[in-house]
């Protein structure tokens, strides 16, 4: 498992096969950079291809999640100059769209295509950007205090890294429109009750929430798992009869993998059953 410190983020590993990243610019509440967006897409990279993660788990420390982008040219300070220059930005028409598709949103596709699970550990401020990347994950846990919005109009901008897509998804057409277009900033409860959160803890109690979901969902059969995860996110694009043929292509590889052998003769013997044995554990 890779671990290390990155621009604006920490990477630890946690048994069985668990990541955590800690967004740690508390500072800036966390929010991103140009640069903190692209080591976060390599370390997506790396983890998905790696078999010893299971679990990704994201978190702040201070007062925010992610509070959304860098406002101003401090978004790019954190590049090196030869790196800048190959970067436009938004100095044009153009660099703000290259820059969208390959950063912003190419973000968020990394962690809405990750075959491991993902949690959102969500600490304090999680505002457009860091709205987005938790709505991206699979599971969202909030502490009491935590607040949550969109708030793009506020500033006249576009909630553009896909912001809209995952708020019709979560809550939507009439509530996504309200909460967008009234620039709704909720707290915590209310993001429980909109459903944008799964569950509300007390912040001493957030980490260790996090964590014994990520062990729940780590010691789950993972290839069954991670196929009915895409086939889950499919089908809420899919017609009937397509969701049904794509999630019939899947079955064949869960049906005939040892966890579903595994897992037949505990439900017979009575015991708990023992997945992921070809990950050596």
Known sequence: MQTGIYCGFEVTGHDPGIELITFNRPERLNATSSAMKRDLMEVLTQAQMDDSVRVVVFTGTGNGFCAGDTIGP????????????????????????????TVSQGLNQAVRNLNKMTIAAI??????????????????????GAKLGSGTLRYGLLPDEGGHYLLVQHLGLARAMDFMFRKRIVTAEEAAELGLVNDVVDPAELHQAAMDLAVELANGPQVAMRLLKRATYNAADLSWNQALDDIAVRTPMADHHPDAAEGGAAFLQKRVPHFNTWLGH
């Open 74 to 101: 401090e978004y790019r300070d954190d590049l090196p100059v030869a790196t800048a220059r190959l970067n436009p930005g938004h100095e044009h028409a153009l660099g703000t769209y290259d820059g969208l598709r």
């Open 123 to 144: 600490n304090g401020f999680a505002i457009q950007t860091g709205l987005s990347l938790a709505l991206c994950c699979d599971f969202r846990i909030a502490a009491r």
